[in-house]
């Protein structure tokens, strides 16, 4: 019998910088054996709740709880129908226990889900928490945010570039709990190699951590070791929200899974493109074809026998419709090329805590309804997760000004051993060791965090 995939896996939360309470919350089920992973697959879920007071640690912590008991309990056909089951029974109790106490009415929580099953990496997704998979040097996200940003730009009423300026980023248009029926996203199966990384994220890391710098930090170090730098790099750039994250590595998996789409060409590998949910069909032809026809029908009952004045019209009208799709495709278009968050300002970033202009995230879409959408399996964008120089500088920055709050501040820290990290990493890109570079930072980086952490959440 063969066996099920071998996984690392590291999952961390933290209440972040300015907040007095987590509301995040996670789960990881891993299968028992070879027959219940066949039958499930393994299971991670982050869910980020909201809401006053407890409620949204509440609406989270009931997410976790009843999400995976229901994904193990019930039968059904396949991986993305078990999925459905599962993220509706979460929301229905959710939902029916914010019925029961009106302190609790209104809560909700986000809610990003991972199967590894023999099909592949199956998500069920609702809100704007993330699900990433990081393989030879590219990061690809592969939800589609539920957020206002997001969604004005699906409709094409914003670009990537202009859509910070008119629309809040933390307005999110779908959750678990507060109406009595959700829409879904189900995504993929997406392929599964050995070698992948995948990342689930609450938005209080995706705040202040680009996709690159994820998809740097995952590529070059153990889960364990990625899941802490990500959280420090989160919290020492201001922390303003919980955050959460879970890294899955890879280390083996049986057979060619997914139905996965092809490797991505290198002329294509970067293309930061937000991929629209739904077919590139054949509807445009079959409503122009349409229009046409409903042209003519109409002509013909309202007695217009003169062809000469018929089929200017039925033209006219159709050419009409030919221009909107090609402005709709236009718009389509503009999202291209504007995904990629530049290093150049990762350095104010680190020291000053706010996100430089050029580090802006996008954010989209929602219908409020119970059917369950069948995403295409291709990644909503791309960007390069290949170790850079600028990267590097930015750990290299992070540290040095822990370091200095440390001794203007007097902390209780191993100046020596953080100065032997220091020259560890040093040495390691002087001899072009990238990984062992950003290990060594890391190390450097976790050891000042951990006292900051002690000093701040004590006062």
């Not at 209440?15 to 054996?33: E, F, P």
């Not at 909700?108 to 990433?132: F, M, P, Q």
């Not at 032809?285 to 003519?296: D, P, W």
């Amino acid at each position: 019998m063969p066996s099920p995939p071998v996984v690392q896996y590291a999952s961390r939360t933290d209440v972040g910088m300015r907040r007095s309470a987590n509301q995040d919350s996670l789960a990881v089920r891993l299968c028992a054996d070879y027959n219940e992973w066949h039958r499930c697959g393994h299971l991670f879920v982050v869910a980020d709740g909201m809401g006053g007071h407890a409620v949204g640690d509440l609406a989270s912590r009931i997410t976790v709880d009843t999400l995976p008991h229901a994904y193990f309990k019930h039968d059904a056909p396949t991986i993305q129908s078990r999925m459905q089951q599962a993220i509706h029974a979460a929301n229905k109790a959710i939902h029916n226990r914010s019925r029961e106490n009106r302190e609790f009415e209104g809560m909700g929580t986000t809610c990003s889900v991972l199967s590894l099953a023999e099909d592949g990496a199956t998500i069920g997704h609702v809100g704007d928490s993330r699900v990433y998979r990081v393989r030879r040097g590219c990061i690809e996200q592969l939800t589609f945010d539920h957020s206002l940003q997001w969604e004005m730009i699906r409709l094409g009423r914003a670009t990537i570039d202009n859509v910070e300026l008119f629309h809040p980023r933390n307005v999110i248009t779908r959750c678990l709990g507060p109406d009595p029926l959700v829409q879904v996203d189900i995504e993929g199966p997406f392929s599964v190699e050995a070698g992948d990384h995948f990342v689930l994220c609450s938005d209080g890391l995706t705040n202040h951590v680009t996709d690159t710098e994820i998809g740097q930090v995952v590529a070059s170090l153990p889960p364990a070791e990625s899941s802490r730098l990500l959280i420090n790099l989160a919290n020492c750039r201001g922390g303003s929200d919980n955050s959460t994250v879970i890294v899955v590595g890879i280390d083996s998996y049986p057979g060619t899974v997914g139905g996965a789409s092809p490797e991505l060409s290198k002329s294509a590998q970067f293309d930061h493109t937000l991929n629209i949910p739904g077919k590139a069909s054949k509807a445009p032809q079959i409503l122009l074809a349409g229009t046409a026809i409903l042209c003519l029908l109409a002509g013909i009952g309202l007695g217009i026998q003169d062809n000469s004045k018929l089929v200017p019209a039925v033209i006219l009208v159709t050419a009409s419709v030919l221009s909107w799709l090609i402005r709709r495709r236009l718009v389509r278009r503009q999202l291209a090329g504007g995904g990629e968050c530049s290093l150049a300002g990762v350095t104010a970033l680190a020291v000053t805590g706010m996100p430089p202009e050029s580090c802006a995230e996008p954010t989209p879409p929602q219908p409020s309804i119970s059917t369950t959408a069948i995403s295409p399996k291709s990644p909503y964008r791309t960007f390069n997760a290949v170790i850079s120089d600028a990267f590097l500088a930015c750990l290299a920055e992070v540290q040095r000004k822990l370091m200095q709050d440390a001794k203007d501040n007097a902390w209780d820290v191993d100046f020596q051993d953080a100065t032997t990290f220091s020259k560890q990493a040093s040495a390691a890109q002087q001899l072009g060791k990238t990984s062992q570079t950003v290990k060594s930072r890391s190390k450097a980086i976790d050891l000042l965090m951990r006292e900051m952490y002690q000093r701040s959440r004590s006062s």
